[in-house]
């Protein structure tokens, strides 16, 4: 199991091939990309920021947390903070199991919880030249 | 006593300064920290109870603060 905060842009297939074993029969992959809309606003990229220490631990707690409940051992998370230009992926996640259920559901709860929890911000830049943060409440979910 | 208060995001460009350091009294809360954040210029933009993070971990405004401790306002979050 890993979790990294990143500044370079994310390989899913180096995730993948890092969760791979011969007795996985199932690997799942969420990838989180920036929209080119957002609320009906034209966005153009986004910055993302942390505070790196809490974001570590917090994904960290997460990916055990899913490991625990779902007995999977092979997760991978990344998360890539800076600027992103639309469709680049800004996390990935990634786990395996021999089952598929099991590969799942712990990617479902990791992303689900890292969004809730993880002190991650979105500085969202517009084709107008504005600038807005996200807040989740505004449901700007990838 | 003193502790590292940091800001982030959005409080960080309302109060126009990533973090200040705090001299509180022995035995001071979280809810102190909030009291004399909410004095300074932009603290009208936050919200009136924001999420507080102390040492890397989630607290409450009853939080008993220590010598060095690092507390944080966290903006509502975005990650993803």
């Known amino acids: 199991m890993r979790s990294s905060l990143v500044r370079t842009p994310i390989d899913v297939g180096a995730l993948l091939a890092e969760v791979a074993a011969p007795e996985n029969g199932a690997a799942s992959v969420f990838v989180g990309t920036v929209r080119s809309n957002n609320e009906g606003r034209e966005v153009q990229g986004i910055e993302y920021s942390a505070y790196d220490a809490m974001a570590e631990k917090e994904i960290a707690d997460i990916v055990a947390e899913a490991s625990h409940k779902y007995g999977v051992t092979n997760i991978v998370v990344e998360h890539r903070l800076g600027n992103l230009a639309v469709g680049e992926a800004s996390i990935v996640v990634v786990a395996a199991h021999p089952h598929r259920a099991p590969a799942i559901d712990a990617m479902r709860y990791t992303v689900e919880e890292l969004k809730k929890r993880v002190p991650v911000w979105k500085l969202e830049q517009y084709a107008d030249g504005s600038r807005d943060w996200v807040s989740a409440a505004t449901g700007a979910n990838p | ?80």
Do not use: C, Q, W
């Open chain 2, 1 to 80: 006593m003193t502790v590292t208060v940091r800001f982030f995001a959005s409080y960080a460009e309302s109060l126009g300064v990533p973090s200040m350091v705090m001299d509180l009294a022995d035995g001071a809360t979280v809810s102190e920290v909030m009291k004399t954040v909410s004095r300074l210029p932009g603290a009208s933009k936050l919200p009136p109870a924001p999420l507080v993070a102390v040492n890397h971990s989630y607290a409450p405004p009853t939080r008993v603060l220590i010598e060095g401790d690092e507390v944080a306002l966290i903006p509502p979050v975005a990650g993803g």
